[in-house]
């Protein structure tokens, strides 16, 4: 917008006002035996107040009026150009809406906000609180813990036997690189290949074979993020259907209003004690410790990634402090819930039942309190 608007607005005002001033206001008396013919008057000069004011410059395609540019890329007003010092000056202004980014985000938001999965949401959750006859927070709690044991769980533990088979697989690649190494090093000493057709020839045999391997065992690495694009849909879904909820003039705002409990008793509100905003990002650091304490050796992509969640985290707590505190109850109930269905998931009996094909400790809970403590402890 500033690229567009720079150059249109030295046209506009530079221009066409310095000719009008040079004729009017510095006017010089003609010389003798000659006469002065004024110049033909600027369309739209007019007077205000006293002074004189550009109301309309037609010639400038695309312009409407500089008080009101309506046609220039989305601005629809621009208030206080013509000079005047109304108090009602600013009463020309369009709003927010009028700005292309601020448009696009709104639109987008509301749109989003009013789509089918997010009504869906709501209608779910006004059902789970109909039905258990629950007050508002507890219930609430009901369809987290519902939604996370009966849909993101099986993901998980579905990821969990997709890791496992990767897991297994890299000792066959790991021979099968040093097969592969050797046989493109003869064929390279036969055609005459360079270091760097060696190289070529090897990686795309190598991720040939692996490709291959993973088609044999069913476990192409994709099918481990199924989780994330079934969780980050349905958390947005369910968050914007408690806003929705919260906010709206409805019956449902009322109930909501007092379906509280202890120190958030209106749950439209914000939590103003900012006890659920810390306790959502205290969890979410740790499942994020948790997580990097699986991994013995992190490269410096992983790093970053763990410290981007981490500042993440830490961002989420005043966001969580300026929503509703049925949201904010909601991202907290469903952070809890999954940390323990993670701890669930490192059981040997969970283990056993998933039958997988990579050796596991027989006591995680230990390991991992020993490498907590170990890894503070420096």
């Not at 697989?169 to 090093?185: C, G, N, P, T």
């Not at 830490?314 to 300026?322: C, D, R, S, Y």
Request: with cysteine; aromatic share 8%.
């Amino acid at each position: 917008m500033l690229t567009v608007w720079g150059p249109v607005r030295s046209s506009v005002l530079h221009l066409p006002v310095r000719r009008a001033c040079s004729g009017v206001i510095h006017r010089r008396p003609p010389a003798p035996g000659l006469t002065y013919a004024a110049p033909p008057p600027l369309v739209g000069l007019h007077r205000s107040g006293g002074r004189r004011c550009l109301s309309c410059v037609k010639t400038l395609p695309g312009v409407g009026t500089l008080s009101g540019v309506g046609t220039l890329s989305g601005v629809r007003c621009l208030s206080g150009v013509g000079g005047s010092s109304n108090s009602n000056s600013g009463g020309d202004v369009a709003g927010v809406a009028g700005v292309p980014g601020v448009a696009g985000a709104d639109g987008w938001y509301s749109s989003l906000s009013d789509s089918a999965p997010v009504h869906l949401c709501e209608h779910f959750l006004v059902s789970v609180q109909q039905a258990s006859g629950l007050p508002w927070w507890l219930s609430i709690v009901v369809a987290t813990l519902s939604v996370r044991t009966l849909i993101t769980l099986p993901l998980a533990a579905y990821q969990l036997v997709i890791i496992s088979k990767v897991e297994a697989l890299q000792v066959e690649i790991s021979d099968l690189a040093k097969r592969l190494r050797y046989e493109v090093s003869v064929r390279a000493r036969e055609r005459g290949w360079t270091e760097k057709q060696s190289r070529f020839q090897f990686q795309k045999n190598l991720r040939r074979l692996i490709s291959e391997l993973y088609i044999r065992d069913n476990c192409h690495p994709f099918k481990a993020s199924v989780l994330v694009w079934v969780q980050l849909p349905l958390w947005v879904s369910l968050s914007l259907a408690l806003r929705n909820l919260s906010l709206d003039q409805s019956a449902r705002q009322a109930e909501l209003a007092v379906g509280g409990a202890l120190w958030f008793p209106d749950l439209t509100a914000p939590d103003s004690t900012w006890i659920i905003p810390i306790c959502l990002g205290l969890t979410n650091l740790l499942v994020v410790e948790v997580f990097s304490l699986q991994r013995v050796a992190t490269s410096r992509f992983h790093r970053l990634v763990l410290n981007s969640i981490r500042g993440f985290s830490v961002l989420m707590i005043p966001i969580a402090a300026t929503v509703p505190s049925s949201m904010a109850l909601y991202w907290f109930t469903s952070s809890l819930v999954g940390f323990s269905h993670n701890l669930l998931l490192r059981s040997p009996a969970i283990h056993k039942i998933l039958r997988l094909q990579t050796q596991r400790s027989e006591s995680p809970y230990r390991d991992l309190l020993s490498a907590f403590i170990a890894k503070y402890r420096k």
